[in-house]
């Protein structure tokens, strides 16, 4: 099915390790984004990058690295995991759906739960 | 102010209420609106799109109010089903990112 991929779905990290969220979509969006979600916080946005080649930091970029690997890769690291990191993170992409289609919208993955112990 | 604001709610109604949320936001130069729904941990995902015109979608009816700077999701005959987080979500222009809201959160109760 065509949509974003998402991978771990679930992680547990001791403070100090490092680890590599990988995110993937097959919709040749030009637009992904990393948002993470915390308990009446709602999704603020970490990274994004508008286009291949090309990274912005959002709301809350501390503590994370991303890359923009292709069009249809945006990874996003976490070098030295801190608690305060726990937290589901999200990754999205904006456009229209499988094949050029439906409404120009984000499409998002299941999310990763992290937790930084 | 955040760019985007909702009532956190809850909005705890009963089956076949009318329940309505509010939504503003602080950038005039705002340029698309959305509602998206979130079940509880699972991923949002699009509810519709809000136009200028105002939009309907079987129970569903979104309208925008440009001048006041707010969106409103009307849901009529609330399902036990419809429980979940209703996010507000505003998109400036061109590769800018989406701004969220964080969330109305409903409960239906039978």
């Known amino acids: 099915n065509a949509g974003v991929t998402q991978t771990p779905k679930f992680q547990v990290l001791k403070t100090g390790q490092s680890m590599t969220l990988q995110c993937a979509q097959d919709?040749?969006?030009?637009?992904m984004y990393w948002y993470r979600q915390d308990p009446g916080m709602g999704l603020r946005l970490i990274y994004y990058s508008a286009s291949e080649g090309t990274t912005d930091k959002g709301e809350v970029p501390n503590g994370y690295n991303v890359s923009r690997l292709n069009k249809r890769e945006f990874s996003l690291r976490l070098e030295s995991a801190a608690p305060s990191q726990t937290s589901v993170y999200f990754c999205?992409?904006?456009?229209?759906?499988?094949?050029?289609?439906?409404?120009?919208?984000?499409?998002f993955g299941q999310g990763t739960r992290l937790t930084v112990v | 102010r955040k760019e985007v604001e909702q009532d956190p709610g809850p909005f705890n109604v009963p089956e076949g209420a009318t329940v309505a949320f509010n939504c503003t936001y602080s950038?005039?130069?705002?340029?698309?609106f959305f509602w998206y729904r979130q079940d509880c941990r699972k991923e949002p995902k699009l509810l519709m799109s809000?136009?200028?015109s105002g939009n309907e979608d079987g129970r569903f009816t979104a309208q925008l109010n440009r001048a006041s700077q707010y969106i409103s999701l009307l849901i009529r005959d609330s399902k036990l089903s419809d429980s979940a987080t209703y996010l507000c979500v505003v998109n400036r222009a061109g590769n800018t990112p989406l701004v969220f809201g964080k969330g109305t959160r409903l409960s239906v109760i039978a």
């Open positions: 999205a992409s904006w456009g229209q759906g499988a094949h050029g289609f439906g409404n120009t919208e984000a499409f």
């Open positions: 919709m040749n969006h030009n637009s």
């Open positions: 809000v136009y200028s």
């Open positions: 950038n005039s130069a705002s340029q698309s």
